[in-house]
């Protein structure tokens, strides 16, 4: 495992460029106008807004409108190759742009970007410009040099990059909830995954720029922060290594922030400030995190723990580092310490490598002895370069995959209404985000499990808690009124 870590080919990213030249206004005078459109995890939208705040420096407005853009960038993702499609799709129609306005720049940022390199810009010709996930400082450069005549890209993975000192710009916000990327990069190695070739070798951010990023959003106005890394229970600070000169300063030896002791400083912002985290990996969830969520009433009980299947045999082949014991014995302590009210929602893939029936019934089994709130389910897609591509035999057909991927989804709707049903009769607290979508006559918000509950608006607005009593649900989604 170490030797293919070492392979992925880490380097660090490029210096930035000492003087750059960039075409800030269009020919008209007026500031450029950046369109940006995300695809993926939520990650990958958290990097939009990184992307947004570098260009915004740089002279550059935004648009929400795709027509009035200057640069459009697509920030894309590799995890499942319909994502890629989907992506290919889209340059189709820009490109269809691109004829009635030539002068149009389009870049594809992110995993799809890190993935292919200088392939897309042989296989995409409408793409002048290609950035990976460590590279957006570099973007105004790259941009400069499309702007001289030339195509442009910088795919290097960086070692320490984390983007900790910008601001990200909000883009598409509620002004009421935001995310916080508190690591980036995978050192996992799920056969499966392709995570860790896009976004390279783990890394975690300063404390300290993570608590000023969720005070700045709180004095804003926000009132929720999701902590987001593809494996959060990762997540380790080290002073020692980061920041002799505060050490020194505070007179400690050595001081190391785990997740448990960053997710109690984050809640200390202020207790109006809900704190949610995704995700997390059942191998290295701890006590020490459940017991901090149990402190804080602030930090929300749901966990998303993903699964991916309930056999031990796949398992191991999908390199998980857990069994289906394992799993569930985490699955017992989280509401051993938090009580079965504690949200559970997960993954799981369809049809991995050799994934037998009787396989594909311990995954359903599971699934009946947790019974999770929600799940995200998923075909087996085999990615280029990954451990499974190499090892095993994408062996079960579509149809097959098809299949189990019903009786996982269909078995989920019926976990979702039952866990749902179970709050009929409860008050929660929410924290409302917004106008439902049916009426303005309707708000919506989450309470802790992140369950969506929908009640009349009477005189209340969005950013303001409220009690709800649930009076009856769907298998989506709570209804009630305030109380
Ligand atoms: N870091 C997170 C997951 C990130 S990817 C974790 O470890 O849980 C999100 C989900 O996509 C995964 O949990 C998995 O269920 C799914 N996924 C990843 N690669 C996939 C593939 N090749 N085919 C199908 N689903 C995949
Ligand atoms: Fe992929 Fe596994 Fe890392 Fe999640 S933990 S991003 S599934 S390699
Ligand atoms: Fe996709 Fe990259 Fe996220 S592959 S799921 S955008 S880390």
Request: aromatic share 8%; with cysteine; net charge negative.
């Amino acid at each position: 495992m170490k030797d293919l870590i070492a392979d992925l080919g880490v380097l660090s990213s490029e210096p930035p460029a000492e003087q750059i030249r960039i075409s800030e206004a269009t020919s008209t005078g007026k500031p450029r106008k950046l369109y940006i459109e995300s695809y993926g995890c939520q990650m990958n939208f958290s990097d939009s807004e990184i992307v947004a705040s570098i260009l915004q420096k740089n002279g550059f407005d935004t648009t929400s409108e795709i027509s009035e853009a200057d640069v459009v960038f697509l920030n894309t993702c590799s995890i499942r190759e319909k994502a890629e499609t989907t992506v290919r799709n889209r340059l189709v129609h820009i490109n269809g742009l691109k004829k009635n306005k030539p002068e149009l720049l389009v870049g594809v940022l992110g995993c799809m970007a890190e993935r292919l390199k200088t392939k897309f810009l042989e296989e995409e010709k409408i793409v002048d410009l290609v950035a990976g996930p460590d590279a957006y400082r570099d973007l105004p450069h790259l941009i400069a040099r499309v702007d001289e005549g030339g195509k442009a890209i910088n795919t290097f993975l960086s070692r320490d990059e984390t983007y900790a000192d910008i601001n990200p710009v909000r883009l598409n916000s509620n002004g009421v909830t935001a995310f916080i990327s508190i690591m980036r990069g995978c050192d996992n190695m799920c056969s499966f995954c392709v995570v860790p070739f896009t976004r390279g070798r783990e890394r975690s951010r300063d404390p300290e720029s993570i608590i000023t990023e969720a005070r700045d959003l709180f004095e804003k106005g926000f009132r929720e922060v999701t902590l987001l890394g593809q494996n959060v229970d990762s997540y380790k600070w080290s002073a020692a290594e980061n920041n002799k000169a505060r050490l020194e300063k505070n007179g400690e030896a050595e001081h190391v922030v785990n997740f448990a002791h960053l997710l109690d400083k984050v809640a200390r912002v202020h207790p109006d400030l809900r704190v949610r985290f995704s995700t997390s990996h059942p191998k290295d969830i701890t006590d020490e995190v459940l017991f901090a969520m149990g402190r804080h009433d602030n930090i929300c009980k749901n966990i998303h723990l993903p699964m991916q299947s309930g056999s031990s045999r796949i398992l191991e082949l999908m390199n998980r580092g857990y069994s289906r014991e394992w799993y569930l014995a985490k699955v017992s302590r989280i509401r051993e310490i938090l009580g079965v009210d504690c949200g559970i929602t997960a993954d799981m893939i369809s049809g991995f490598c050799s994934e037998t029936e009787l396989e594909h019934h311990e995954t359903l089994s599971l699934m009946d002895e947790v019974k999770y709130d929600y799940a995200y389910m998923f075909m087996y897609s085999e990615r280029p370069g990954t451990l499974a591509e190499k090892k095993f035999k994408d062996d079960i057909d579509e149809d097959v995959k098809r299949q189990r991927l019903t009786e996982i989804i269909d078995k989920q709707n019926i976990h979702s209404l039952e866990r749902n049903q179970l709050d009929v009769g409860k008050t929660y607290k929410v924290l409302i985000e917004g106008f439902s979508k049916r009426s303005e006559d309707f708000l919506y918000g989450r309470n802790s499990n992140n369950k969506v509950v929908i009640f009349p608006k009477e005189n209340k607005s969005k950013g303001q808690y409220v009690n709800v009593l649930v009076d009856r649900c769907s298998k989506g989604t709570l209804f009630g009124k305030l109380v």
